[in-house]
Nanobody
Framework: QVQLVESGGGLVQAGGSLRLSCAASGRTLSSYAMAWFRHAPGQEREFVASVSRNGVSTNYADSVKGRFTISRDNAKNTVNLQMNSLQPEDTAVYFC????????????????????WGQGTQVTVSA
């Protein structure tokens, strides 16, 4: 069992930055590929970014490429999402998720692959 707790959300003006963090407890995070998803009102849950168990492979949604950076620190059992140049369309609840990937190098963009989820943190970007 893995417990995930997100933090770092808030209200920011367009063009600003936020850094989300996901702290894991219960099991070592190095056993899991990690990802961030987001859910905006009236929309489907959307993949944002993922990172492999060893941190070597990353994947980003086209909408955030070049603006967001995912990283992990297995020693600290944390995953971060640095979000720059935020836009109003980035407004959503952001969720951290863990996937027990069989490979050190692979990730997944599919929410159905993820076994554990945090409770989410709200990000609001004003125009």
């Amino acid at each position: 069992q893995v417990q995930l707790v997100e933090s770092g959300g808030g209200l920011v003006q367009a063009g600003g930055s936020l850094r989300l963090s996901c702290a894991a407890s219960g099991r070592t995070l190095s056993s899991y590929a990690m990802a961030w998803f987001r859910h905006a009102p009236g929309q489907e849950r959307e993949f944002v970014a993922s990172v492999s168990r060893n941190g070597v492979s990353t994947n980003y949604a086209d909408s955030v490429k070049g603006r967001f950076t995912i990283s992990r620190d297995n020693a600290k059992n944390t995953v971060n999402l640095q979000m720059n140049s935020l836009q109003p369309e980035d407004t959503a609840v952001y969720f951290c998720a863990a996937y027990r990937s069989p490979s050190y190098y692979s990730t997944s963009v599919y929410s159905s692959n993820y076994d554990y989820w945090g409770q989410g943190t709200q990000v609001t970007v004003s125009a």
